[in-house]
């Protein structure tokens, strides 16, 4: 694409709307992934007793530690599945529609 066409982009305004979309939707899994795997690292810190937990009573060789691992690594899983989704689809839209206002020729005729 030339120059030319980057400008365009730049200026359409369905560009400031997709960079604000897929940012702010990036930032809110970010600050997610972060809260809650820093609370992790403080319960481990701080209480690692409710880690060594038994599930099910004094009898069960299952603790609370690895389940809660295994929960927050599925989320990790979910939370990118749900950013791929939403990325090959309104964001992906929304980047093919910047695309062909662009290399539209000048009049908006094909």
């Known amino acids: 694409m030339s120059s030319d066409v980057y400008d365009r982009i730049k200026k359409n305004p369905k560009f400031g709307e997709l960079v604000r979309k897929r940012s702010g939707y990036a930032w809110m899994l970010s600050a997610s992934v972060l809260v809650l795997f820093y609370g992790f690292i403080l319960l481990v ?3 690692p007793s409710v880690m060594a937990q038994r599930l099910g009573g004094d009898t069960s060789l299952i603790t ?3 389940v809660i691992i295994l929960s927050m690594f599925v989320l990790f899983w979910v939370l990118t599945a749900l950013y791929v989704r939403r990325a090959n689809g309104e ?3 929304l980047t093919r529609a910047l695309i062909d206002e662009a290399t539209a020729p000048r009049g908006g005729k094909k």
Request: charged letters at 10%; a negative charge.
């Open 64 to 66: 609370l530690g690895p």
């Open 45 to 47: 810190a701080f209480n």
């Open 91 to 93: 964001f992906d839209n």
